[in-house]
């Protein structure tokens, strides 16, 4: 299946989805979550190993077992009087719908988890909450970065979901901010993904505050998911000359509309959104093409933060890389849970719902988070640049 078109779907469409697949509906109808009886502080990870979307569910990966790892060395987390050792059930949703909402039920029922981190992406991550609401098991999506996750269709806060990751709105007007105030461009074009809730939702809130700032959108053109060809596209954009191009879609297509463009001797300074944090996307573009190249995103490597260079330092010690975004907030999830356990002494689902729902400058690697009422995090956000297929600076955007 197209991962970009999936992004797309409403809450609504997923949720049913999840309910009609007769293996994905979850045993428990109590709604009253999982408790630890033993030494075991059972979380599991739903995510996207393979599949459309693999990229992001291996880096997410590595980020939550560096956290579960980091715990257990130090002899376990303390709560409640008793120390706990992290551990992690592990399963691919394969970058499905239908699969995800599987693994949200074997999670809940088989492996008995007092919270679920994942899936990476919006679409498999709603797809998730119907089950683990029956069950009133918590999760933390990540990068679940539409705005209606964490919302019901007819706009209450889903009890169970939280996320890491601030939403798509809010850094559409921080890249116009960041494009206006700080690059100084003042005459865009956008090219966006119009398959997916990703590319449009951040197409409305860029453009409206690009205009808001006095800034003007000489054209706005449209690709599908799965495009290869953007030649037609590019040059309609050339022949408007715009001063800057804002990119909002997944690194996938973005790579190759970077490659493109700059083959055309489109110059201009190209700014995107958080999908195009992977180190993929200076493999599709091409490393000379990946220059002049800005994105909204959580984390930056170049940030001399403590916590981040103490996170940096342990992850390049254990995967002989530098992390990546994605990286970063399963990271922040898995010590989220664990902050909201401590703080209601308890290591059981309602006492990291709860924990998660009053979560307060709490000091992660992607930013002081604390939890507003629609949970989502209110948390910094980060500009960072590319040359030559390397991050070389970051900016922060008020």
């Not at 078109?5 to 045993?27: D, E, I, N, P, R």
């Not at 951040?202 to 290869?228: C, H, I, N, P, R």
């Not at 898995?334 to 009053?358: R, Y």
């Given at each position: 299946?197209?991962?970009?078109?999936m992004?797309?779907?409403?809450?609504?469409?997923?949720?049913?989805?999840?309910?009609?697949?007769?293996c994905?509906?979850?045993?428990?109808?109590?709604?009253?979550?999982?408790?630890?009886?033993?030494?075991?502080?059972?979380?599991?990870?739903?995510?996207?190993?393979s599949?459309?979307?693999?990229?992001?569910?291996?880096?997410?990966?590595?980020?939550?077992?560096?956290?579960?790892?980091?715990?257990?060395?130090?002899?376990?987390?303390?709560?409640?009087?008793?120390?706990?050792?992290?551990?992690?059930?592990?399963?691919?949703?394969?970058?499905?719908?239908?699969?995800?909402?599987?693994?949200?039920a074997?999670?809940?029922?088989?492996?008995?988890?007092?919270?679920?981190?994942g899936?990476?992406?919006?679409?498999?991550?709603?797809?998730?909450?119907?089950?683990?609401t029956?069950?009133?098991?918590?999760?933390?999506?990540p990068?679940?970065?539409a705005?209606?996750?964490?919302?019901?269709?007819?706009?209450?806060?889903?009890?169970?979901?939280?996320?890491?990751?601030?939403?798509?709105?809010?850094?559409?007007?921080?890249?116009?901010?960041?494009?206006?105030?700080?690059?100084?461009?003042?005459?865009?074009?956008?090219?966006?993904?119009?398959?997916?809730?990703?590319?449009?939702?951040?197409?409305?809130?860029f453009?409206a505050e690009?205009?808001?700032?006095?800034?003007?959108?000489?054209t706005?053109?449209?690709?599908?998911?799965?495009d290869?060809?953007?030649?037609?596209?590019?040059?309609?954009?050339?022949?408007?000359?715009?001063d800057?191009?804002?990119?909002?879609?997944?690194?996938?297509?973005?790579?190759?509309?970077?490659?493109?463009?700059?083959?055309?001797?489109?110059?201009?300074?190209?700014?995107?959104?958080?999908?195009?944090?992977?180190?993929?996307?200076a493999?599709?573009?091409?490393?000379?093409?990946?220059?002049?190249?800005?994105?909204?995103?959580?984390?930056?490597?170049?940030?001399?933060?403590p916590?981040?260079?103490?996170?940096?330092?342990a992850?390049?010690?254990?995967?002989?890389?530098e992390?990546?975004?994605?990286?970063?907030?399963?990271?922040?999830?898995?010590?989220?849970?664990?902050?909201?356990?401590?703080?209601?002494?308890?290591?059981?689902?309602?006492?990291?719902?709860?924990?998660?729902?009053?979560?307060?400058?709490?000091k992660?690697?992607?930013?002081?988070?604390?939890?507003?009422s629609?949970?989502?995090?209110?948390?910094?956000?980060v500009?960072?640049e590319?040359?030559?297929?390397?991050?070389?600076?970051?900016?922060?955007?008020?």
């Amino acid at each position: 299946m197209n991962f970009k078109k999936m992004f797309g779907l409403t809450a609504a469409t997923m949720m049913s989805a999840a309910a009609l697949t007769g293996c994905a509906t979850a045993k428990t109808a109590s709604n009253g979550g999982n408790k630890t009886s033993d030494n075991k502080f059972r979380i599991g990870l739903n995510l996207e190993l393979s599949g459309a979307a693999g990229s992001y569910g291996q880096q997410e990966k590595k980020g939550a077992t560096l956290a579960a790892d980091e715990i257990n060395k130090k002899g376990g987390v303390k709560i409640g009087g008793k120390t706990y050792k992290i551990k992690l059930y592990v399963s691919d949703n394969k970058s499905s719908t239908s699969t995800a909402a599987s693994v949200a039920a074997q999670m809940v029922n088989s492996n008995k988890v007092v919270a679920q981190v994942g899936p990476a992406a919006t679409a498999y991550a709603t797809a998730s909450i119907a089950n683990l609401t029956k069950a009133g098991v918590p999760m933390v999506g990540p990068s679940a970065t539409a705005a209606a996750f964490t919302q019901t269709k007819s706009g209450q806060t889903q009890k169970y979901a939280f996320r890491a990751c601030f939403i798509d709105p809010y850094q559409g007007k921080k890249a116009a901010k960041f494009m206006y105030n700080t690059l100084k461009k003042h005459k865009v074009a956008i090219v966006a993904d119009n398959s997916t809730d990703y590319g449009t939702g951040l197409t409305k809130s860029f453009s409206a505050e690009f205009k808001k700032l006095g800034g003007k959108v000489v054209t706005t053109q449209y690709f599908q998911a799965g495009d290869k060809d953007f030649n037609s596209t590019l040059t309609t954009v050339k022949n408007k000359k715009p001063d800057a191009i804002y990119l909002p879609g997944y690194y996938t297509e973005i790579g190759l509309i970077v490659k493109q463009a700059r083959e055309m001797g489109i110059s201009v300074p190209m700014v995107g959104a958080d999908g195009m944090g992977s180190p993929k996307l200076a493999q599709i573009a091409g490393k000379k093409n990946a220059s002049n190249i800005y994105y909204t995103t959580h984390f930056s490597t170049k940030s001399k933060e403590p916590q981040v260079v103490k996170f940096m330092k342990a992850y390049k010690a254990k995967y002989g890389e530098e992390p990546a975004t994605f990286t970063s907030l399963a990271y922040d999830s898995v010590n989220m849970v664990v902050e909201a356990a401590k703080k209601e002494g308890e290591v059981s689902s309602s006492a990291v719902q709860k924990g998660l729902a009053s979560l307060k400058n709490f000091k992660g690697v992607t930013g002081n988070i604390t939890m507003d009422s629609k949970h989502n995090p209110q948390k910094s956000v980060v500009v960072e640049e590319m040359e030559k297929g390397a991050v070389t600076k970051a900016y922060s955007v008020k």
